[in-house]
């Protein structure tokens, strides 16, 4: 008889093996279906009950029975949604029902609806409204963050700003600059918070498990690290300065740019796959042995894939910057590598900013890739035969 944790693992197996077998037809399927919706900028997959939805503009109005991921620039949530929710974004709404965990991502992450579990959020701008509900915990990470609905279990919570104003079940543990309890703020665990400011409490919010003020410490490296991690970080970048311009001699290179530019929900959606995907199908041809050699081969290409993925995004950036200035000579190769040099640098700056930073060069990474990814299916795939011409 198996053990309940075998029995995990070989059900995470399946599972990994049955996203593995979803992601090559969506792989095989996703230029099509963009084609077709190349006026709207949105692409919908359906694998079994999950959807995969990428766009400009998302709205979800139909009941989702699976997993939602979703990535957009505005990305409203209305309706139920039977397992898990991601969705990452310039804004997203969370308004409809969710049977399992929430995961949101974006400049502003507003929450209006009713969570089963766990929420996970993070953005400039986070806030639940006094009608949402999330019966598990929820993890807040933002430069503003406003909580005035119901949490069931625990509150975690770190950024610039906090105000809490709503029940929360368990116990809250908050990091921040400024943290405020409103008059309907109701804890019945512990408040436990570090901050340089007092904390502000208004009348009537109650705190039943007491409030424990912890030391604020800022940890600093020592200088020897410091220096090492110094002299690392222009390594890397030189190394790949001469990476960009090697790429751009290639005459495929700038197809890359152009189609992370003009399709960028694709691409994301794609990145996505292909970077959760291959590791793990060179996993299961290692263990194969036979196919020890190619999994060998795919991993090491794996990694020239995160590469030229990373470069690719700051040369997308990096034309926008050109594009931004009106330079006469922006079609130019040599100023096209300079831009996508300081393309560099802008995506390294980004990736200092503090909860955000990371989720910025993420999400420039997966850009990057699925447009390589696109790009090679377009060179590879044969050429489409010429529709006869009607005379009449």
């Given amino acids: ?45 359906e694998l079994g009950k999950d959807r995969f939805a990428a766009g400009q503009d998302i709205t979800v109005t139909n009941t989702v029975a699976g997993d939602l991921l979703a990535a957009g ?58 009608s949402s509900r ?50 309907d703020a109701r804890i019945n665990g512990k408040l436990r918070y570090r901050s340089n400011a007092v904390l502000k409490q208004a009348p009537g919010a109650q705190v039943l498990g007491g409030i424990e003020q912890l030391p604020f410490r800022v940890h600093s490296a020592p200088a020897v690290a410091r220096g090492i991690a110094l002299v690392m970080f222009w390594f890397w970048t030189f190394g790949l300065m001469v990476v960009v311009a090697i790429l751009f001699l290639l005459p495929g290179f700038t197809n890359v740019i152009g189609t992370l530019e003009t399709r960028p929900g694709a691409s994301a959606l794609l990145g996505f796959a292909l970077l959760v995907c291959i590791p793990i199908a060179s996993l299961i041809l290692l263990i194969t042995l036979i196919g020890a050699p190619l999994a060998l081969l795919s991993i090491a290409a794996y990694f020239a894939l995160l590469l030229v993925g990373y470069i690719a995004a700051a040369a997308a950036i990096g034309d926008l910057l050109l594009k931004w200035l009106r330079h006469k000579t922006a079609e130019t190769a040599g100023w096209r590598i300079v831009a996508a040099i300081c393309g560099i640098f802008i995506i390294v700056l980004l990736g200092l900013i503090p909860f955000l930073g990371g989720l910025i060069v993420f999400v420039a990474l997966i850009m990057g890739i699925g447009a390589v990814g696109l790009q090679m299916y377009r060179a590879v795939r044969p050429p489409a035969q010429a529709a006869p011409v009607s005379l009449l």
């Fill in 134 to 183: 999330i019966e598990g915990g929820a993890s807040i990470a933002a430069g503003q963050a406003r909580v005035n609905g119901a949490i069931g279990s625990y509150l975690q919570a770190a950024g610039g700003s906090l105000y809490l104003n709503g029940p929360v079940g368990g116990d809250v543990n908050a990091s921040a600059r400024q943290i405020e309890l409103g008059p």
């Fill in 73 to 130: 620039s505005e990305i409203i949530l209305n309706e139920k949604v039977g397992g898990d929710a991601v969705a990452a974004g310039g804004t997203v709404r969370l308004n409809g029902n969710f049977s399992d965990n929430a995961y949101a991502a974006g400049g502003r992450v507003y929450v209006n609806g009713t969570i089963a579990r766990n929420a996970r959020l993070a953005g400039g701008n986070v806030e639940t409204a006094p």
């Fill in 1 to 45: 008889m198996l053990r309940v944790s075998e029995l995990k693992g070989a059900e995470m197996f399946k599972i990994k093996i049955a996203f593995l077998i979803g992601v090559m037809i969506l792989t095989a399927q996703l230029q099509l279906h963009a084609q077709g919706s190349e006026g709207t900028g949105l692409v919908t997959i």
